[in-house]
């Protein structure tokens, strides 16, 4: 088996929302195009705090997470 890359796109949902409405040009909307390696057995995303900050997401909720080293984050 080898390793499985996605690329995804993240747009701010609010600010696309804002320009859907009128509020602000669809130019002024926060995207941010990735390639991540994916975890096949995963049923969430994350993103870390440089990403949060960038596209200037709410924090929803914050988790510990442990990775197979057993590092946890």
């Known amino acids: 088996m080898g390793l499985v890359y996605a690329d995804i796109e993240i747009i701010n949902g609010m600010e696309l929302e ?6 602000i040009d669809k130019d002024e909307v926060k995207r941010m195009y990735l390639n ?4 096949t057995g995963s049923y969430m995303l994350a993103i870390n705090e440089n990403i949060q900050e960038i596209m200037q997401f709410p924090v929803v909720e914050s988790k510990r997470a442990q990775l197979a080293n057993g590092y946890l984050m």
């Open 36 to 39: 991540l390696l994916v975890d």
């Open 18 to 23: 804002m320009a859907r409405r009128g509020f």
